[in-house]
């Protein structure tokens, strides 16, 4: 991509607020509207499972209790599925709904609690519900985009997760310039190398396992996500050579069909060769791992979802008992007898090696 198509795309991620697909429902629609014809089940997520003897495909023990605190961020980045940004003031989690999520939290077995966004810190509540989720003995992941580190009242919040044993989960799409730039905008990687360097200032990224620094990439364009040993020694090398900065582990995820990167694939006319490499990359391996099985997803409004991929296209869970779960009505017993809502984009998880929010999956 070169540089005039770079600032093309960002420009057109800005402005993804505007566009029709900002419809949930109509992003649900351009995907189902793709020639499915040519691929393995007419592109049915749900028979790909049953010929692959998932005949039920239910959820496992949960483990996992993922808080989406709002869309509010500092960046618009051009593969945000969450359609993030700095006029995403209003889908902020309330302090009543964070409580009602530490109500239902005490009612389950889940080990840890993964807080994303948007950009989680700038959540008012945010402090507060890293300490009560803490005092509870959990494991409390924060999804960062690293920038937000660098905003003034951030200054100490490096210093200030690390005293509390939070795992850091970073998004840099890659350890060179121009592959982070590309999909996050300009300056973005500087930036990025900044707030790491501060990081690792606190003990991040040293092999203690209280202060856990993990990097996430993912793909430019229409690539599947690579991971593998000589990669992750790749980019150590890469980042402490020429920046002095060292991490503990490297994930990589699938571009979902969902939201920006949606709207980039359309408009580049590749949705339908995207959409068809996904889909003949199934790997049935990857299914009993998918993240939607030991997972639930609540969003900033307190609705329950399976993932976050499903959250984002508003497809929410559906327990047994036929109503639309919110957090204050929590019922593990019904939630833990529903089936998985799946789509069109469940093939993006289950592509290659598999793609999670804690990486590949086989």
């Not at 005039?4 to 995907?31: C, D, F, I, K, V």
């Not at 989680?120 to 920038?147: M, S, W």
């Not at 990081?199 to 092999?207: D, P």
């Not at 990097?215 to 599947?224: A, S």
Request: charged share 20%.
């Amino acid at each position: 991509m070169n540089i005039e198509q770079n600032r093309q795309r960002n420009h057109t991620a800005t402005l993804y607020g505007r566009s029709r697909l900002a419809n949930p429902q109509q992003q649900q629609a351009t995907l189902a509207a793709i020639d499915w014809s040519q691929t393995p089940q007419q592109g049915d997520f749900a028979q790909t499972l049953v010929a692959h003897q998932w005949q039920r495909f239910q959820p496992s023990k949960l483990e996992i209790f993922q808080i989406n605190l709002g869309k509010l961020c500092n960046m618009t980045c051009s593969h945000c599925h969450v359609d993030a940004g700095p006029t995403r003031t209003t889908e902020n989690m309330d302090r009543s709904t964070i409580d009602a999520c530490l109500q239902a939290l005490d009612q389950t077995e889940a080990h840890t609690v993964d807080l994303t966004g948007g950009a989680p810190e700038l959540n008012p509540n945010f402090r507060y519900l890293v300490d009560q989720c803490v005092a509870r003995g959990k494991h409390v992941i924060d999804r960062c985009n690293l920038t937000v580190l660098l905003l003034p009242r951030m200054q100490d919040l490096p210093e200030w997760l690390g005293d509390r044993g939070v795992e850091i989960v970073c998004s840099l799409p890659h350890y060179q310039q121009q592959g982070t730039d590309t999909q996050r905008g300009d300056g973005t990687f500087e930036k990025s190398i900044e707030a790491l360097q501060r990081l690792n200032a606190v003990g991040y990224g040293k092999g203690d396992p209280q202060r856990q620094l993990v990097l996430v990439t993912n793909p430019l364009e229409t690539c599947l996500a690579k991971m593998n040993p000589c990669i992750e020694k790749e980019w150590k090398s890469g980042l402490e050579k020429n920046y002095g900065i060292t991490f503990d582990r490297l994930i990589a995820l699938n571009n979902m069909p969902i939201a920006r990167f949606l709207e980039w694939l359309e408009t580049s006319n590749s949705l339908q060769a995207y959409m068809e490499r996904l889909v003949n990359a199934f790997n049935p391996g990857t299914i009993s791992g998918l993240m939607c099985r030991n997972t639930l997803s609540i969003s900033w409004d307190g609705r329950i979802f399976d993932c976050d991929f499903n959250q984002m296209l508003d497809l929410e869970a559906q327990p047994s008992d036929g109503q639309r779960p919110h957090i204050r009505d929590f019922n593990l017993a019904q939630l833990a007898q529903r089936e998985i809502v799946t789509g069109h984009h469940c093939f993006g998880c289950t592509a290659g090696a598999g793609s999670s929010c804690s990486g590949a999956i086989v």
